[in-house]
């Protein structure tokens, strides 16, 4: 697994911040709902990005915390990878997280994020912030997503009706009177009358 391009550049919050762009990354290892596992604390959104070995190397030089999948066959290089931390602390700025399809751009904000946990990804574009840790005397770098652009594999079907709009988007909900909440389609004069 490689990615296409990687680029180092400055950031803007102190001398040691350097943001990281990824383009054509892969990622996978997805929790964006935060759920407990075996691997992760409850509440923590988080996903793993795999670096190509010239990347993992200039990370682990910078002090990146990159990690290693176990090895499977024999004779197999390690992927490398690294954690990403999607941080919705109101002591920091939150992310900015756009899904792509071919219909439109669509903003995710933290109560809509864990849904990529469940999309087929046909491309991911990211910048990530660094947090640099102190702790005991042990120094390393904590990545942190920044924004990302994440491009939904759509399949035909998609692509078939995506010019038709959903019924929440039409003026007045699906017909005058309807309305759509959580998912639902949803008659108040229905409502009223039962």
Not at 14 to 32: P, Y
Request: aromatic content about 10%; overall charge negative; charged content about 25%.
């Amino acid at each position: 697994m490689t990615n296409s391009n990687v680029e180092v550049r400055r950031g803007g919050m102190s001398r040691n911040s350097t943001n990281v762009l990824m383009e054509d990354a892969i990622i996978g290892f997805r929790n964006f709902s935060g759920i407990e596992g075996e691997f992760n604390r409850k509440g923590d959104r988080n996903f793993a990005v795999f670096l190509s070995p010239e990347q993992a190397e200039a990370m682990l030089r910078d002090g990146w915390n990159v990690k290693f999948l176990k090895v499977r066959e024999e004779g197999e290089e390690p992927q490398a990878y690294l954690q990403v931390s999607v941080s919705y602390n109101e002591k920091a700025k939150p992310p900015r997280i756009v899904m792509v399809t071919s219909r439109n751009k669509t903003p995710l904000g933290e109560d809509m994020v864990e849904n990529l946990d469940h999309v087929d990804i046909a491309m991911v574009d990211l910048i990530l912030n660094p947090y640099h840790w102190n702790v005991s005397g042990k120094t390393g770098v904590k990545a942190y997503l920044n924004t990302m652009y994440i491009t939904i594999e759509e399949n035909y079907l998609d692509l078939k009706y995506a010019e038709i709009s959903n019924a929440a988007e039409i003026e007045g909900g699906f017909a005058a009177g309807y309305e759509i909440i959580e998912g639902q389609l949803y008659d108040p004069v229905q409502e009223i009358e039962g």
